[in-house]
């Protein structure tokens, strides 16, 4: 069974950074992309960023390029997001997803930008 959980979420002044990670299990992520997607309240669900597991190569949204950084240490399990350069609009539920036949799903971990 596969099952994604998110974590290192909190509140963060604007400006300034955060990490969220995403464990998965039931699966090797040598096999299967990893994608991060925010909602915040009143809003859709968005793609933020996605990384390959063909060649770890990157996808980003344009609301998060050049502040956020998705990676994969060590080909391991896990998949991190690093945030920079915080902003009150990136205040959301953060979820990653792998799509293994259908869309598994993480709890999700709350962001919160403010001062």
């Known amino acids: 069974q596969v099952h994604l959980v998110e974590s290192g979420g909190g509140l963060v002044q604007p400006g300034g950074s955060l990490g969220i990670s995403c464990a998965v299990s039931?699966?090797?992520?040598?096999?299967?992309?990893v994608a991060w997607f925010r909602q915040a309240p009143g809003k859709e669900r968005e793609g933020i960023s996605c990384?390959?597991?063909?060649?770890?190569?990157?996808y980003y949204a344009d609301s998060v390029k050049d502040r956020f950084t998705i990676s994969r240490p060590n080909a391991k399990n896990t998949v991190f997001l690093q945030m920079n350069d915080l902003k009150p609009e990136d205040t959301a539920v953060y979820y990653c997803?792998?799509?293994?036949?259908?869309?598994?799903w993480g709890q999700g971990t709350q962001v919160t930008v403010s001062s």
């Open positions: 997803n792998v799509r293994r036949d259908t869309d598994h």
């Open positions: 039931g699966l090797s992520l040598d096999h299967y992309a």
């Open positions: 990384i390959s597991a063909f060649d770890g190569s990157t």
